[in-house]
């Protein structure tokens, strides 16, 4: 089982509908992660949150919105999304934002279906 | 930009038989190379990683070489198992890291057959 958990594992939704996902590791790891991943595709940085502060933002529209409350959790709150903004939303976190020697862990991830 | 060029897109291999997936990069300030595999409805997982001052890294029956000169690197899964069917992305990260960002190859779908 992987270290990362997300919740919930699949979710469907509308798209006038206000929606989160949440994502938790007890690692210690001091940063976390949301990537987007289509099918047979890699995964696609969203956010990066390095000692709880927002570090990257790879251009998101604002739509999905990124929090971090503690160095445990990681939300993506969801409203007004597109068709094609459903995916795989993965959640990843390493032990330092600028560790050379830090790999991701990966969840496995939330199935979202905006229709 | 920067990218990683994987290959092949997909492989069938028989069991016990040898997989092999390459990647080449065209950034030289990349410094930390990890495969990662993924089973369907699974996130990926670390498979093995190399950095570019070590020519080879044998874990088990996963093996990365290096090609510092062309910038290449390259799996190798020996005794191939069904088991390993999943589909296998290779990656780079930057020398300064850029907040932990890493720019994956577009995967290799691997089926192993009995």
């Known amino acids: 089982d992987t270290e990362v958990t997300q919740t919930p594992k699949h979710l469907v939704m509308g798209m006038t509908n206000k929606k989160s996902l949440k994502c938790e590791q007890h690692?210690?790891?001091?940063?976390m992660y949301w990537y987007k991943q289509k099918a047979k595709k890699p995964p696609e940085l969203m956010f990066v949150?390095?000692?709880?502060?927002?570090?990257i933002n790879e251009s998101v529209p604002s739509r999905f919105s990124p929090e971090c409350p503690n160095s445990s959790l990681l939300n993506l709150h969801l409203h007004a999304l597109q068709p094609e903004d459903s995916a795989l939303y993965l959640c990843?976190?390493?032990?330092?934002?600028?560790?050379?020697?830090?790999?991701?862990?990966f969840g496995n991830g939330t199935r979202l279906t905006v229709t | 930009q920067q990218q990683v060029k994987q290959s092949p897109q997909s492989l069938i291999v028989q069991k016990g038989g040898i997989s092999i997936i390459n990647c080449a990069y065209e950034n030289t300030a990349f410094d930390y190379f990890p495969w990662y595999q993924q089973f369907p409805g699974k996130g990926p997982a670390l498979l093995i990683a190399?950095?570019?001052?070590?020519s080879e890294k044998k874990e088990g029956r996963f093996t990365i070489s290096f090609n510092k000169s062309a910038k290449q690197f390259s799996l190798h899964i020996m005794d191939s198992q069904p088991g390993d069917s999943a589909t296998y992305f290779c990656a780079a990260r930057g020398i300064y890291n850029q907040g932990g960002k890493l720019i994956f190859g577009q995967g290799t779908e691997l089926s192993v057959k009995p």
């Open positions: 990843a976190s390493s032990r330092g934002g600028q560790g050379r020697n830090s790999p991701l862990h």
């Open positions: 949150y390095s000692y709880e502060k927002l570090s």
């Open positions: 190399i950095r570019p001052d070590v």
């Open positions: 690692m210690g790891h001091r940063a």
